[in-house]
């Protein structure tokens, strides 16, 4: 089986300075890497995704996050936050084997001081 | 530009009321999903289906039956609404990866129905 860590629910950080969210993950098998986000009162969407290749890997937003197999670890990052990054963010993972499902990490809510 | 729509974005119902949840995709993805969102619980998947007519059960189908009688449709049914039930629900759907050759089984997600059981 596998799981998905969110060490931090909550991450404040001011306007322009640098965040980490950090996701650990548990897996007997190979797995792919997501990191959706939501922002207010809306659904889920891609932020990025680790299939394959280098293991950093950058998304949409200015958004990166860096595959660590060896401390199965796939932490997002970005260099200077906008208030606009506001929002919720998930990290997922689903099995090589899977023909469908996603296992999803309990969330770390960002929020952005000015 | 790739849609999932949910039929409403917030529900208000009473205990006991049958409450039916709706979404609907453009993508001719073959599976669908139904999740509950709730805070500190990041996302528990209710049930899914993979085909026409087809489903199973996730993590927490208890109080929670599903329907599924077109492709771009996933209904999910709350037979008799309880107070534990308000949520936000989300639904998305994703491409096989038997029939589409993609490795990954990337999810494209609604706007969320915001429900609340009273």
């Known amino acids: 089986a596998q799981s998905v860590t969110q060490l931090d629910s909550q991450v404040p950080v001011f306007e322009e300075a640098p965040v980490e969210l950090r996701c650990n993950y548990s897996s007997s098998v190979s797995v792919y890497l997501f990191w959706y986000v939501q922002y207010p009162n809306q659904g889920l969407q891609l932020l990025l995704k680790y299939l394959s290749g280098s293991t950093l890997v950058k998304g949409i937003n200015g958004f990166e996050a860096e595959f660590n197999k060896s401390q199965t670890s796939f932490h997002l990052r970005k260099p200077s936050v906008h208030i606009s990054d506001t929002a919720e963010y998930f990290c997922?993972?689903?099995?090589?084997?899977?023909?469908?499902?996603?296992?999803f990490g309990s969330g770390t809510r960002l929020s952005i001081r000015p | 530009d790739v849609k999932v729509t949910q039929s409403s974005r917030y529900l208000v119902k009473r205990t006991g009321e049958k409450v039916f949840l709706e979404c609907v995709q453009d993508m001719d993805h073959e599976n669908m999903f139904w999740y509950r969102q709730d805070p500190g619980l990041g996302l528990r998947l209710i049930y899914f289906s993979y085909d026409v007519k087809m489903k199973e059960k996730g993590d927490i189908p208890e109080g929670y039956s599903v329907s599924r009688e077109k492709k771009e449709r996933f209904s999910l049914i709350l037979e008799s609404a309880s107070t534990n039930q308000t949520s936000m629900y989300l639904c998305?759907?994703?491409?096989?990866?038997?029939?589409?050759?993609?490795?990954?089984?990337?999810?494209?997600f609604g706007p969320g129905t915001r429900l609340t059981v009273l």
């Open positions: 998305a759907s994703s491409l096989s990866r038997w029939t589409s050759g993609r490795a990954d089984n990337e999810q494209f």
């Open positions: 997922a993972v689903t099995p090589y084997s899977s023909a469908s499902k996603i296992i």
